[in-house]
């Protein structure tokens, strides 16, 4: 089993690498800003029976639940 995966940031392209929590279930879903262009990306994380970890992205919505 791993404990971190990496994705490419949906607008900059860069490999960002994230710590994966295997205690919270083989489906997860959040949010992380990327930490080069600060863009929003959606993460998957899928873990299958032998462990083995997906992380397919998308790019979050843009919106901001702090508009004013």
Known sequence: ???????SC???GEEIVV???LSAGT???YV???PVCC????IHVEVDE???VRVPINEA???SIYQT
């Open 50 to 52: 032998d462990g083995d």
């Open 19 to 21: 710590p994966i929590d």
């Open 10 to 12: 949906d607008s900059c």
């Open 39 to 42: 863009r929003p990306n959606l």
């Open 1 to 7: 089993m791993k404990d971190e995966a990496s994705y």
């Open 61 to 63: 919505p843009s919106t």
């Open 27 to 29: 489906s997860q879903e």
């Open 32 to 34: 992380e800003d990327c």
